[in-house]
T-cell receptor, first 111, second 115 residues
């Protein structure tokens, strides 16, 4: 499944499938990007980050892709598990270490 | 390492009352942020401190909100008087700061309900 940010803020996937969550950022001068996972009643939790001089970075079961040309960021989660159900936010860093967040995508994993 | 600590976890007040939130960042983190998160939205930056100085407070409603970090460690955020639209989760985050790529680490927030 694939989310297109503001137009589709919810995403449902079957357990074991791959998930793709998209984010459009606003400032072409942003130099650092982070994906966060937020579970109900908790603060955002760091997942993976990427610098603007990279276009791909991989972690454990997660990959972040950065397309600076169109100011687009995506998070790919491999073999999605029920524990991955949460709201996912992208954040961009502007000058002065200010971080701005997108509106988020709610991911539901269907067992 | 211990995470970002916030208190209280929940607060219910009536409009026009005042309220204060407290944050203890991760030890050694120079930069501290306060965010407001309204239900169903992403966190919105209110204020950023570098040590005990304010870096950015352009989105802080200064007629009713104030924040301080007097000794460059703990921070408090105050609302006086509160309005109904202030109902939200107030998140504190900290980072090493500086010129490196240091992510924000968040506390679990204070959920404020204004009635």
């Amino acid at each position: 499944g694939e989310s297109v940010g503001l137009h589709l803020p919810t995403l449902s996937v079957q357990e074991g499938d791959n998930s793709i969550i998209n984010c459009a950022y606003s400032n072409s001068a942003s130099d650092y990007f982070i994906w966060y996972k937020q579970e109900s009643g908790k603060g955002p939790q760091f997942i993976i980050d990427i610098r603007s001089n990279m276009d791909k970075r991989q972690g454990q079961r997660v990959t972040v892709l950065l397309n600076k040309t169109v100011k687009h960021l995506s998070l790919q989660i491999a073999a999605t598990q029920p524990g991955d159900s949460a709201v996912y936010f992208c954040a961009e860093r502007e000058t002065g270490n200010q971080f701005y967040f997108g509106t988020g995508t709610s991911l539901t994993v269907i067992p | 390492e211990a995470g970002v600590a916030q208190s209280p976890r929940y607060k219910i007040i009536e409009k026009r009352q005042s309220v204060a939130f407290w944050c203890n960042p991760i030890s050694g983190h120079a930069t501290l942020y306060w965010y407001q998160q309204i239900l169903g939205q992403g966190p919105k930056l209110l204020i950023q401190f570098q040590n005990n100085g304010v870096v950015d407070d352009s989105q802080l409603p200064k007629d009713r909100f104030s924040a301080e970090r007097l000794k460059g460690v703990d921070s408090t955020l105050k609302i006086q008087p509160a309005k109904l639209e202030d109902s939200a989760v107030y998140l504190c985050a900290s980072s090493l700061g500086g010129s490196g790529n240091s992510p924000l680490h968040f506390g679990n927030g204070t959920r404020l309900t204004v009635t």
